[in-house]
């Protein structure tokens, strides 16, 4: 299997996100991790990084299951996800990602499916 090289402009998002993280301004790196999904939304790392940024619990529990159907063998979401309190969702098989998954900014800054 090849790997594609991530497409430079992805590369740059991500680092601004990465940036903005790093700065404690986890609005902003929201925005860019989730600029980077509604372009890229199969790539994982994006949706680690927005995990880390994410308000809720639920939220971060979506990111790691999202990751988990893309690549079951990632463990950084497997530690995670004994961490975040049970929620209803756990019960439930995580549907296969699609496009109206990618992730917006709802009330609050929360995010929803659109």
């Known amino acids: 299997m090849t790997v594609s090289p991530i497409p430079a402009e992805l590369s740059a998002l991500m680092q601004r996100g ?3 993280y790093k700065r404690n301004d986890a609005t902003s790196a929201f925005e860019l991790f989730a600029e ?12 680690l990084w927005l995990a880390a940024v994410v308000k809720r619990p639920a939220e971060r529990r979506f990111c790691f299951e999202h990751i988990l159907y893309l690549d079951p063998t990632n463990v950084q979401p497997r530690h995670g996800l004994p961490t975040l309190p049970p929620t209803e969702s756990a019960a439930r098989p995580f549907p296969p990602p699609t496009p109206y998954l990618w992730p917006r900014v709802g009330a609050g800054g929360c995010l929803k499916a659109v």
């Open 36 to 47: 980077a999904l509604q372009r890229w939304p199969y790539y994982d790392k994006a949706w």
């Open 18 to 20: 990465i940036d903005a």
